[in-house]
């Protein structure tokens, strides 16, 4: 709404209304049931304007929670939204209306060009009754002014002399709304106030004069009671919306507070995750680090172990070249009657016993083969007998003697 100048701005629980100096109407808010005028139902977040006026030039407008009423410069007044109690004054009410309804004039009163009046209005129209009360009240009026037609006491506007003329051309129920007029209204000055909203104090000589003397309680017993029963209605109403109020601030105190909670449940949970991804990462690199040892652990035990069985595969091969360079000839004992030491060559008999050399496999005598060493290459782990001979090769530091020791 730019560029647009804004005479009137009205503000509702649902939706608000702006009235321009050209007199367009403008709505936004909610739309449930048709408050806004658009001919729908949708929530709209930007105002508005109201295409159905279209035509009309807008002086006026109020509204309540669900409904909205617009007063126009020729006297027409439109209402539109939710019809729940019969708020927008028809004579065969809808449950709604979705856009602006021309409210034909049930009672032959001026419709009230000040906004207080118009809240009014709008106000005393929520009820069938307050109506009736109106017409009523209308009538006893128009009968009492036609009673003391003759007296001229009441001061009247300037401008109701045209009016009079106006009137008496369409009969009496122009003569009923001037009478009403008569009793309602007096001249208003340029220093006067609205009797009623006590704000409207420039005066416009298109604005219908003012009440000039309050209301009185009608005397009946049954309108009294309906008018007790409205005020209890509306004092219960009062404590419904003090106590959904208190339930809504409570709820919004209780939201912020989740929100709070929250949002410091999604900081613990960011950092825990946090958390959680280092602890990943540091499992991560301990494993690949205790995995690479291992590895490398293994690795070289394999290759000790490599290492160890090639070792033993050359020991192996070795003794196989001994044992093929060395061949053991086994010398039968019968086919050797002397000691084959070159040294001793002592004759065998049955007190000189023969001895074969594990190593030579040559027969001795106990003398000259009294050395006792393991061959491993041979498979002799334990000590076995050898020869002097070949016992001198394994050691150096041996030395052979003479024998003299006789078999026993």
């Known amino acids: 709404m730019l560029h647009i100048s804004i005479k009137q701005v009205v503000m509702c629980k649902f939706h608000a209304v702006f009235l321009t100096d050209n007199g367009n109407v403008w709505t936004c808010g909610h739309g449930l049931g048709g408050r806004l005028g658009h001919g729908d139902e949708k929530t709209i977040l930007v105002p508005k304007k109201i295409d159905a006026l279209t035509g009309q030039v807008c002086t006026g407008i109020a509204a309540g929670q669900d409904h909205t009423v617009v007063l126009c410069k020729n006297g027409n007044v439109f209402t539109f939204g939710l019809n729940k109690y019969h708020q927008m004054g028809h004579h065969r009410p809808a449950a709604q209306y979705l856009t602006p309804k021309l409210l034909k004039k049930q009672l032959d009163v001026c419709i009230p060009r000040c906004p207080f009046q118009l809240f009014l209005l709008l106000e005393l129209g929520k009820e069938r009754e307050t109506w009736k009360y109106l017409k009523t009240l209308l009538k006893v009026v128009t009968d009492i002014q036609t009673s003391q037609s003759d007296n001229e006491d009441m001061l009247v506007h300037p401008k109701l002399n045209k009016t009079e003329e106006i009137f008496s051309k369409t009969g009496g129920d122009a003569r009923k709304t001037l009478s009403l007029n008569r009793v309602f209204s007096r ?218 020791e006789n078999d026993t």
Not at 262 to 286: M, S, V, W, Y
């Open 187 to 404: 001249p208003k000055t340029s220093n006067q106030v609205c009797q009623l909203c006590g704000q409207c104090s420039t005066y416009r000589g298109d604005v219908e004069p003012v009440v000039r003397t309050p209301l009185k309680e009608p005397d009946t017993p049954q309108i009294k009671e309906q008018l007790d029963k409205c005020q209890q209605e509306k004092d219960e109403l009062e404590k419904q919306c003090k106590k959904l109020m208190n339930s809504i601030g409570a709820a919004a105190n209780a939201r912020e507070k989740q929100e709070l909670e929250i949002r410091h449940l999604k900081n613990e949970l960011g950092k825990f995750r946090e958390e959680k991804d280092l602890a990943i990462q540091r499992c991560e690199a301990t494993c690949t680090n205790k995995l690479t040892k291992i590895h490398q652990e293994a690795d070289f035990a394999v290759h000790k172990a490599q290492e160890r069985l090639a070792e033993v595969e050359k020991d192996r091969q070795d003794l196989l070249r001994l044992q093929s360079l060395h061949k053991l000839t086994w010398i039968p004992d019968k086919i050797v009657s002397r000691c084959m030491n070159t040294k001793c060559r002592a004759p065998f008999s049955q007190t000189r016993r023969r001895h074969h050399c594990r190593c030579c496999g040559r027969v001795f005598c106990s003398g000259c083969s009294s050395q006792l060493s393991p061959l491993e290459q041979l498979g002799y782990s334990d000590p076995v007998r050898m020869c002097n001979q070949c016992f001198a090769l394994l050691d150096e530091t041996f030395v052979e003697v003479g024998c003299t």
